[in-house]
């Protein structure tokens, strides 16, 4: 597993929270900074799963 797929789930999951409490206690510039964290989690995990995809083709893992 690659480790930008697990920042990406730590970053998806921080921004979760950032989100949450913002929306609780009323702060809008944190509530906007979870919103960034969980887009960038996303991104990252989708870089992480194309180099773990780009692997195992090269490992031959996904040969027919």
């Not at 697990?6 to 929306?23: D, F, P, Q, R």
């Not at 194309?50 to 490992?59: E, F, L, N, S, V």
């Amino acid at each position: 597993m690659d480790k930008d797929r697990i920042k990406g789930a730590l970053n998806e999951a921080k921004g979760e929270v950032k989100k949450t409490v913002g929306e609780a206690v009323g702060n809008e510039r944190l509530e906007a900074e979870g919103h960034l964290d969980v887009a960038k989690g996303k991104t990252q995990k989708a870089v992480g799963e194309t180099k773990d995809a780009a692997r195992d083709m090269i490992d031959g893992k996904n040969r027919v």
